[in-house]
């Protein structure tokens, strides 16, 4: 409310239950911009900001109670409730939301809302700023200015405060813990999804119900497909595996990738590859600090790449030269990190007037730099085909430089040997 101008009023929908198939609806996920703003968990509700309003300024519209439906879908909070548990000013049932929102916009200079994020709702707003012009009486003012909120409320979501990064912590050390359940369970014979089981039960264990999004656990050169999600083949003796997961909890998100040799140990070329993009990542890594540029990570690890292949023979030639012509990205094609927090691919913008942003403390990135050199590479030595390997940490820039959150599970190669080792 800060930060709005005086006059104005701010809408933000929640998200809304979405059908699987038939009469099978998906598990309800709040949308993070609503979760952020009031930590309410139900669908079909909005809410409203109205600084110096007298009546209240922070308003809820949503379900009312209704004790048959509690009876199939469970308990509803109601808006009684929100007001108490919420600490909503004022509460009213999202079923009479047509006749009382127009009466809250009407008059107000400045309208903000995320347009364009959900086309039913956009609708619905334009619907009750119209009423304004066409139904009441002579006088009244729909606002003059529409301003996309995302642009203020997703740079407050950039900057974890304190309890955000206790939530943080929590989920980095769910997922810390289910990775290296994994590296202790997988053998030669199993299938994928018995390591996607593992961690979906290791992270339920803990209290997180979710991913934070679908995990990636590829065997050999299934490694090699950036989003791999069938995760159905047999892992075989003398396969690198990859496995991209991360937990949500409390609506925060984990993204943490590692990758092993799934009889425990690295084979010479697999551990010449692998190195590089450990190399990479901790260069990287050590970039992340206020002061830098979000792209100096980048930066860092794309010359450790360039430096590693053209020391295996993958590439030739002058290292500025080859990083100039990007020639790293027929091995490396994405980007070394994202921020991170309620989504995993968080909000925030990278770039500020067209410079990259500068790291600052509080915010939360991945650093996940990776080799993949595709089975059909017929330039590159065979020993070396077929194998994708991606490293992912996940980074708070702190105050001194950065703390890594993911830490506790292994990367240095005899680290991950020594695990592997231990009896699961
Ligand atoms: N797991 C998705 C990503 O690493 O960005
Ligand atoms: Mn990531
Ligand atoms: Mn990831």
Redesign the pocket.
């Known amino acids: 409310m800060a930060l709005m101008e005086p006059n104005s009023i701010a809408i933000v929908p929640s998200a809304t239950l979405t059908t699987r198939n038939g009469d099978v609806e998906h598990r309800f996920r709040q949308h993070s911009d609503f979760h952020y703003l009031t930590g309410f968990d139900e669908p079909d509700s909005v809410f409203v900001l109205i600084p110096g309003r007298q009546h209240g300024e922070a308003i809820l519209f949503c379900q009312e109670r209704d004790a048959e439906v509690e009876q199939i879908h469970g308990p509803v909070t109601g808006p009684d409730r929100a007001m108490q548990l919420y600490g909503m000013d004022d509460a009213f049932p999202v079923s009479d939301i047509d006749d009382i929102i127009p009466g809250l916009i009407e008059g107000k200079t400045k309208l903000y809302y995320g347009m364009g994020a959900r086309r039913d709702f956009d609708s619905q707003v334009i619907g009750w700023v119209n009423s304004i012009a066409t139904n009441n009486q002579i006088g009244a003012q729909p606002p003059g200015e529409f301003v996309q909120l995302g642009q203020y409320l997703h740079e407050l979501r950039l900057f974890k405060s304190k309890h955000e990064i206790d939530v943080m912590r929590e989920v980095a050390d769910i997922t810390t813990e289910a990775h290296c359940s994994v590296l202790r369970t997988v053998r030669p014979g199993m299938y994928e999804y018995e390591l996607e089981a593992e961690l979906a039960y290791r992270f339920a264990l803990r209290g997180a119900r979710s991913t934070a999004?679908p995990s990636?656990v590829g065997g050999g050169s299934n490694a090699c497909v950036l989003?791999y999600l069938r995760n159905d083949s047999m892992i075989r003796n003398g396969d690198l595996v990859l496995v991209?997961a991360?937990a949500e909890y409390e609506s925060y998100a984990a993204?943490v990738?590692r990758t092993f040799p799934a009889n425990g140990s690295f084979s010479t070329s697999q551990a010449a590859l692998y190195q590089i993009v450990l190399n990479a990542q901790e260069a990287a890594i050590a970039a992340v600090k206020p002061g830098n540029t979000w792209n100096q990570p980048h930066q860092a690890a794309v010359h450790e790449i360039t430096i590693g292949l053209v020391s295996l023979g993958l590439l030739h030639g002058n290292i500025d030269i080859l990083i100039a012509d990007e020639a790293y990205k027929k091995f490396y094609m994405h980007k070394t990190g994202?921020w991170l927090g309620l989504d995993?691919?968080d909000v925030g913008e990278y770039q500020v007037s067209g410079a990259w942003r500068v790291f600052e403390p509080g915010m939360v990135t991945?650093i996940?730099p990776g080799l993949y050199i595709s089975p059909e590479c017929s330039d590159v030595p065979a020993c070396y085909r077929g194998v994708g390997i991606r490293i992912?940490d996940n980074v708070l820039v702190t105050r001194s430089g950065n703390e890594v959150l993911t830490n506790g599970v292994p990367k240095q190669i005899p680290e991950i040997e020594k695990m592997m080792a231990s009896v699961a």
Do not use: K, L, M
Request: net charge negative; no cysteine.
């Open positions: 999004y990636i989003h991209d991360g993204d990738t994202h995993v691919h991945t996940e992912e």
